[in-house]
């Protein structure tokens, strides 16, 4: 990986295949077996709740069920009792799999984010009108004889009304129809829908099955950096691939080095401040922006796991001991209110649209503060 800033350019092109057109999935075995157990058994839930972190491939189990039931039907579970497979892998090569890659299946609809008509930009939201869509979708009869399958990706990502519409759904369900569920925050959901969906549990993965992935996706990428990368992405392949390419890495030691002089009881390189702040204009600059303050939540919140834990898995040298000079410098609970407090304002800057050079002067300011702080 270049050795950049983090600028758009600085380093090669580094993404994971979209999940519907990933043939393999990894450190997921016991949700495969849960599926087709339940199939197996006769107990296939018309309703199925994928969760846990972005990036860990929860869409990519979503789009390998489809798969596997347009394929099998209901007998997808039962190829063990015939000494066949336990998983549900395909080639990327069968005409299946290609059809769904392409979005060409008649009886597979899957709901996203879509581009707003009048702004023409991405919806925060996933709508009610997307949902009644759905409500059509499972009144035609499956057009090659199987099941009507739907993937929402991802169900928390639905405003109030969308939600409530799903509900009805999920309350009533048609006949031959499965809904699957991508969620990366479950408790944002009605109780009601999570009380009438089996839930898989996804957890994140092993830090070397993340290094076998981005290895394999991104092999221009060091071993140190896939390590450091790693251990930033905390379990999702995702995140680590996301970081890689918008030199993730090469911004969190850049942050790391902004804040070392509060840990010497120093006071933040204004200079240092305002030359990060002069990129943040434009559109590139608003992805670098985003970056940063993920970044210096992330920072933050190692931190306070190293100040808890009494351990931490470093993603670059030294990181552990700047986290114990600068978290030795108030108490926990501060820290924990700053965490809180830098995200709220992240969300706002994005929302109202506020001066992104005051946002980070504003953020960096709130931890120069925290640090002053006695530890007593």
């Not at 957890?203 to 070397?208: D, N, Q, S």
């Not at 670098?288 to 993603?315: K, P, Q």
Request: charged letters at 25%.
């Amino acid at each position: 990986m270049a050795k950049g800033n983090g600028a758009k350019g600085d380093t090669p092109s580094i993404a994971a295949p979209p999940p519907r057109e990933s043939a393999d999935l990894i450190g997921h075995g016991e949700a495969e077996t849960a599926i087709l157990d339940a199939i197996a058994g006769g107990k296939l839930h018309h309703a199925w709740l994928i969760t846990g972190p972005r990036g860990i491939g929860k869409a990519t189990l979503a789009y390998r069920f489809a798969r596997h039931l347009f394929a099998h039907g209901l007998e997808a579970g039962a190829a063990d009792m015939f000494g066949g497979s336990r998983d549900m892998a395909m080639s990327p090569e069968d005409p299946l799999f290609r059809r769904i890659a392409a979005g060409g299946h008649p009886d597979l609809l899957v709901l996203e984010r879509e581009e707003n008509p009048r702004t023409k930009a991405l919806r925060d939201e996933i709508v009610v009108d997307q949902v009644r869509d759905l409500a059509g979708f499972f009144a035609m009869t499956p057009a090659e004889g199987g099941f009507r399958i739907a993937v929402i990706d991802a169900v928390d990502e639905m405003n109030r009304n969308a939600a409530n519409a799903l509900l009805k759904l999920l309350e009533e369900p048609p006949p031959r129809s499965v809904i699957l569920l991508v969620a990366h925050a479950p408790g944002r959901l009605l109780p009601t829908i999570r009380s009438r969906c089996r839930r898989l549990a996804l957890r994140p993965l092993a830090e070397a099955d993340v290094a076998a992935i981005v290895t394999r996706l991104a092999p221009e990428v060091p071993a140190g950096d896939v390590r450091g990368l790693c251990r930033l992405a905390d379990g999702s392949p995702g995140r680590a691939l996301a970081l890689a390419a918008a030199g993730g890495l090469n911004q969190y030691r850049a942050l790391a080095d902004m804040l070392a002089p509060l840990a010497r009881r120093q006071g933040l390189d204004l200079k240092a401040v305002n030359a990060l702040a002069d990129r943040f204009a434009g559109r590139e600059g608003g992805d670098l922006f985003r970056l940063t303050f993920e970044l210096i939540g992330l920072y933050l919140v190692r931190m306070l796991r190293l100040a808890a834990t009494g351990s931490i898995d470093e993603a670059m040298t030294g990181e552990g001991a700047g986290m114990r000079a600068l978290a030795g410098s108030a108490r926990l609970e501060r820290w924990g209110e700053v965490w809180e407090k830098i995200n709220a304002l992240a969300a706002r800057a994005e929302a109202v649209n506020l001066d992104r050079r005051q946002v980070l002067v504003a953020a960096l300011g709130t931890i120069e503060r925290c640090a002053r702080a006695s530890a007593a």
